[in-house]
């Protein structure tokens, strides 16, 4: 199994709800990271896990909650999101931490979320 | 901190080459390539992580130039699957820090 599953692949959400988007490897990746990505930008770095720990968090509000269950999971729960927010969520795995990564990442291939 | 590359956009033929380059500010440790396609993840290419390395294949390589903190994606002999966004990573030593670079939207037509 050589890919990265995330769902829902779309999600409509009003400024009031709580959800959550899943994201799950069989890989045996160490690593696990969220992105955000807005059209026609790159992905931006939100939140990386090493071995289950949250070691980086880019400065993201509040109402976007990581959460790391086990190595082949990682969620993100959302909470009174603001419109602005509406974006590709991608999530994706590496062999290893960030500073002895010797490959690349592997994507999945993202929810669409729409905050109304 | 992130990375710059050029050009913004390119228009091909099939059969014809291109190179899109990606330079930092910053030392660079290791240097990513991936391709994305409109609505689609973005997929892994190739990862460079010795200055003056080169690596390839198919018809796509790349190389790394530690000196100028850059690395270059060739492209030769493009086909039509070869269109997509193509996005620069890159990890500088300091900051434990993984970059995208600003991207390059390649169209290649018949």
């Known amino acids: 199994d050589t890919e990265v599953t995330q769902t829902p692949k779309h999600l409509v959400m009003g400024m009031t709800n709580k959800k959550s988007l899943k994201c799950e490897q069989h890989m045996g990746h160490r690593a696990m990271y969220w992105y955000k990505q807005k059209a026609k930008k790159p992905p931006e770095l939100m939140f990386v896990y090493s071995y289950e720990k949250l070691s980086i968090n880019e400065s993201v509000p509040s109402r976007f909650s990581p959460e790391c269950p086990n190595s082949s999971l990682l969620n993100l729960h959302l909470h009174a999101l603001q419109p602005e927010d509406s974006a590709l969520y991608l999530c994706?795995?590496?062999?290893?931490?960030?500073?002895?990564?010797?490959?690349?990442?592997?994507f999945g291939s993202g929810t669409r979320l729409t905050v109304v | 901190q992130q990375p710059v590359q050029s050009p913004q956009a390119v228009i091909l033929r099939e059969g014809e080459d291109a190179v899109i380059n990606c330079s930092s500010s910053?030392?660079?440790?290791?240097v990513h390539w991936y391709r994305q396609k409109h609505g689609e993840a973005p997929i892994f290419l190739m990862i460079?992580?010795?200055?003056?390395e080169q690596k390839g294949h198919d018809k796509i390589s790349a190389s790394f130039n530690e000196k100028k903190q850059q690395s270059s994606l060739y492209l030769t002999a493009s086909q039509l699957s070869y269109s997509g966004t193509y996005f620069c990573?890159?990890?500088?030593?300091?900051?434990?820090?993984?970059?995208f670079g600003t991207g390059t939207s390649l169209t290649v037509i018949p």
């Open positions: 910053k030392a660079l440790y290791s």
């Open positions: 460079l992580l010795k200055g003056g």
């Open positions: 990573g890159t990890y500088i030593y300091t900051g434990n820090q993984f970059y």
């Open positions: 994706a795995s590496s062999p290893n931490v960030p500073d002895r990564e010797l490959h690349g990442y592997t």
